[in-house]
């Protein structure tokens, strides 16, 4: 288990001293249709989606997590063939299971007319949800392989398009459905396609009018209709072309998952760096918002009529989520600030509710992915603003060297107004916590100051 030592207490300590100076891998509030997958069995199929169904179903298959010395199956998802050698491709989370606890699952594929086999993992690439596997070619001999619809061929927004898979591991189906460009303010592309991707679908295909591959079903938007993501189809041909060649993993791929996080999060944390605060709008306080080119914001208020305190929350975050496993996305920001006027209520009345704001704040346990948070308090100015901070950090038991990072930070300079913000980083460096830290707090100053 990763310790922290005194260098990790001083370097923040550091840190808050020159405060003056990121179904499932999906948006946030949107499941997967995760291992596991329901085709709308009443909606009418036209004469091209049968004539797309019937010309690749021989290359379609349902992929299987069984229970190493068992024919139970513990999840099911789709994938596709890509090749005559049986290179087949599905998404990360499909087969998680196997990646991160090889000793006790393992993988194998059933075709659209009942043939099965055992399938090995090649490689995969969890920023993207997809993973390469192959199956013995003699298995899948004369069946085909789908290809990609070109680069430089893109679709435009209504064109038809076909997702197919096995949906609730009932049978194999296809969907007819909607092309409508990329996922808005998405760090990573996504396709917004206007279909029923279910649960069991997820690593299956969707083509176009000629059947070529133009992206892999991964999510769903809960509480919505129609509305589904793909993983734009040049991703997937990409890690198959750079790792068709790759020997199998065999062991737990707890490194390969690590160094592919690693290159992630850094991208990520100077993505959103290099971006300027924008204004909060609040007449007393300067408060960090982020520029919305990867994040959505929301706002709620209540009146003074309420028990005499105003409120106003904005909170801001990721919709896009890394999956690691089961128990775990990681990979995202989420940031909030609360305003609070109580000239209505009085300094001690007042007090009593902004402590306890602050004091309700989670930031997480000890659990079985992750140490307890260990945590730093002090007191800093910015701009000549006083601010109390709290700044915490826990560990990735399995993926050294990643942490979560918690910043609470809350105005200490009156006695009936008062803003506080939290700011959190999913799955980030030591270094690029400390980075992070010093430019949130920077996002803290003076509107206008008092007289």
Partial sequence: MPSFALPWRAAFALVLSLAAMPLLAQPRGVAPPAPAASAAATVPVSATARRVYERARSQLLQIRTLLKNQDSQASVGSGFLVSSEGHILTNYHVISQVALEPERYRLQFETTEGQQGALELLDFDVRRDLALLRADPALLKAMGAFSFRPKDQPLSKGDRIYSMGNPHDVAFAVVEGTYNGLVERSFDSLIYYSGSINSGMSGGPVVDEEGRVVGVNVSAMFFAQQMSFLVPGQYAQALFERSRNSKP???????????????????????????????????????????????????????????????????????????????????????????????????????????????????????????????????????????????????????????????????????????????????????????????????????????
């Avoid at 390969?256 to 306080?285: I, K, N, T, V």
């Avoid at 896009?320 to 909030?336: E, K, W």
């Avoid at 950090?393 to 609470?408: F, V």
């Avoid at 809350?410 to 913000?421: K, P, R, Y």
């Fill in 249 to 451: 993993i065999k062991a737990a791929a707890w490194p390969r998952l690590r160094e592919q996080l690693l290159a992630y999060q850094d991208e990520l944390s100077q993505r959103f760096m290099a971006q300027p605060w924008r204004a909060a709008g609040h007449p007393r306080y300067q408060l960090p918002v982020p520029q919305e080119q990867f994040f959505r914001c929301w706002g709620r208020g209540t009146g003074a009529d309420n028990k005499g305190l105003d409120f106003q929350r904005s909170q801001c975050r990721m919709e896009h989520a890394v999956f690691v496993n089961g128990g775990m996305q990681t990979g995202y920001l989420d940031m909030s600030h609360e305003a609070y006027d109580g000239r209505k209520l009085g300094a001690i009345r007042f007090a009593r509710q902004y402590s306890a704001s602050f004091r309700n704040e989670r930031l997480g346990r000890d659990d079985r992915d992750r140490t307890a948070p260990f945590c730093k308090e002090d007191f800093v100015e910015r701009d000549g603003l006083p601010l109390r901070a709290v700044v915490c950090m826990r560990a990735y038991r399995k993926l050294e060297g990643l942490h979560d990072l918690s910043i609470l930070v809350t105005t200490v300079d009156a006695s009936t107004e008062g803003a506080l913000g939290r700011f959190d980083a999913k799955g980030v460096s030591f270094d690029n916590a400390l980075k992070l830290t010093a430019h949130y707090l920077g996002g803290f100053g003076w509107a206008a100051k008092p007289r």
